[in-house]
Every structure is written in C-alpha cells, then in structure tokens.
C-alpha cells in the first residue's frame, strides 16, 4: 500500500536521524546538528503515531485469526478486543493524515511584523500604538523575544509607522493571521462632542527570510543615507545614521532610522526587504496555484478590514470566520490565543476539505 511505504519512508528517516544524531562528527557542526535536531522533532511524532498504528493493526490480526477457534465466551472477549483497537487505529490514522499534510513551508520561521497608521489621522496613528502595545503584551505571554526595528511616532505619542521582529516557538504560526487591515470604532481623545470615529491600522505580518532564500545583487540596490527625524519632521540625530534601500526591480522601499549605526540600520533594512521579496515570491507562487486566498492585501480603508476593534460594545469581530467577542479588553492586553486558536480550526478545516 502506498500509505505504508509513506510509514515505511518515515520510520526509516527517523531511525537513521536518531543514529546520526549521535555522532560526534555531527555535534562539532553546529548548523547541520541544529538542522538534524529540528527533522528529527518533526518525525518523532509521526514516528510515535506510526508505530501504535502497526500494534493495532497487529492485535487486530492477530484476533481476527483467533475467533474462528475460540468458543462462546472467547469470541465475545475477542469480538471486544478488535473494536477497541479498530477505533484506536481510525484515531491513529485521522492524526497521522493531518501530521502528514503538507505544511506551511514558514512554519517554524520568526517574523516581522510593520504596523501602520492608515485612515483616520492622528486616531489611526493612536490605533497603531494600540495594536503594538497588543503584539508585545502577546508576544510576552508566549515568551517570544522583541526586538524593535524602527519606529516613527507621531505628535500625540502614536505610531505612523512600526516595525518589530518576534523570534520564538511557533511565532509564524500564531502571528500569520494578523496581517491585514484592522478597524477601530471608538470616541477620540481629539474628539469633543463625544462621537464614534471609525479609523484603521494595517499590519504587515513577513516571515523572516534567510539571506540563501532571497539573493539580492547589490547592484539593484540604491542607498540613501540621511539624518533621522522625530515626530514633527525634527531631527534628532547629527549624523547621516539613517538608511532608505530601494530595490530598483521592484520599486520596493525600506527606511530604517532607529539605531545611532547607519551600519546596524542597513542589516534591518535589508533584513525587512529580504522579508518583503520572499513574501512576493511566496504570493506569486500561490496565486499561479489557487486565487482563492488572497492574504494582507488592502489599503488599510475603513470599508476594508479583516477585524473590527469597538470600544463602546466592548467587542472584537474578525470577519473572515465570523467570530465576535466581548471581550475587547482582554485581547488589547495580549490575550490573543482564543482568536488565533478560532482562525487555526478555520485554516485546518479548509485544508481538510480541499485535500
């Protein structure tokens, strides 16, 4: 059976990984043995799952060939014993069919995340500042490490621009449905009269590219170097520290200003683009597949969002899987896990029924 040539395959990787793992040839390389150490968790729990699956199938058998001998009593003991581990099996194979669906090929990488102040003015730049104040108390929660990027503030203490790296376990996973436009609907401090404005945020949520993955020739570089400037347009730097890179193949810009380095600031900036040109080319190649998902796309107006923060109703609603909850306080300050783990279920769902 093709299905157990499949089992076959990764038990004899993960026999050979656990061998290799081993070796001291290995434990002096310390990429290739951190590369082995990665399959080799991955196939542990397909191997685990694989090898209850033959014990099953194995008492199954092996009380199958007992009942056309066994008595009365015997059978009724037997006929128990191949229903029990009939429903093990089915358990075991439904587990291993979703362990060895094809993965999301950003799994396990770390991200960086660009939040930005869209429509609404100084509300929406406040809304930025809101939003990252979320990512970090989350990102505390899983004990993911934050490392600011750049930020451009505004006059009354917003972002209009934000960027950040998360590193830590499963940081793509959880942070890949956050990218989009995100609306919110509350009364501005700027506001007298005590009326509802509805202004919006975008998130850009890239997963990190190694320099192997995205090949960058320096000659479709331009570099520009200039003095960094605070809210207002003042400067605040005396030096020319900050950095804009255009990659002239694709028009795309980044601008770096945050460290004293210009140096420190071209290593983010290219490690921002480097993030950028693997996302286009993962979405190229997704789009010649499929045009049914169409992920962190939008201008950031207030008609288009992917999740609705109002204030007044105390309530959060995503709209792409219709979840509302009422309990916008909580998830302000990092409690994400219960959106994140709804969005999960809905993706897997999916995934189940187009294979």
Do not use: C
């Amino acid at each position: 059976m093709e299905e157990n040539a499949a089992y076959e395959e990764i038990e004899a990787e993960f026999v050979a990984l656990e061998a290799r793992l081993a070796d001291p040839e290995l434990l002096a390389d310390r990429d290739a043995y951190t590369a082995a150490a990665r399959r080799f968790k991955e196939l542990e729990a397909k191997a685990v799952r694989i090898r209850e699956l033959r014990g099953y199938r194995e008492d199954i058998e092996t009380a199958t060939e007992m009942l056309a001998e066994a008595d009365a009593a015997e059978q009724g003991l037997l006929e128990a014993e191949i229903e029990t581990a009939t429903a093990a099996a089915s358990g075991l194979e439904a587990e291993l069919a979703e362990l060895l669906a094809p993965k999301d090929p950003n799994d396990g990488k770390n991200v960086i995340v660009e939040i930005k102040g869209a429509e609404g003015g100084e509300e929406a730049n406040l809304f930025a500042r809101d939003l990252f104040d979320m990512y970090s108390a989350f990102a505390g929660q899983q004990r993911w490490k934050l490392e600011m990027m750049n930020a451009q503030g505004s006059d009354m203490g917003g972002y209009t621009d934000v960027v950040f790296m998360l590193r830590g376990d499963d940081v793509w996973r959880k942070m890949k449905y956050e990218g989009g436009p995100h609306r919110v609907q509350r009364v501005p401090v700027t506001e007298s009269q005590g009326r509802v404005h509805t202004s919006s945020a975008t998130v850009s949520v890239l997963p990190e590219a190694e320099e192997v993955e995205v090949h960058i020739d320096e000659k479709d570089l331009q570099v520009d170097v200039y003095r960094s400037s605070g809210p207002g347009g003042q400067s605040v730097n005396t030096t020319d520290s900050a950095v804009r890179i255009t990659h002239m193949p694709t028009g795309l810009v980044v601008s770096m200003q945050d460290e004293k380095s210009q140096l420190q600031n071209r290593n983010k900036a290219m490690a921002v683009l480097r993030a950028r040109l693997l996302q286009a080319e993962q979405q190229r190649r997704q789009d010649e597949l499929s045009e049914q998902r169409r992920d962190q796309v939008g201008g950031g107006g207030r008609s288009e969002k992917i999740r609705t923060y109002n204030f007044k109703e105390n309530r959060v609603s995503d709209h792409r899987i219709g979840l509302t909850l009422y309990k916008l306080d909580r998830i302000l300050a990092g409690d994400l896990d219960e959106v994140v783990d709804a969005l999960a279920e809905a993706e897997r769902q999916e995934n189940l029924v187009g294979s």
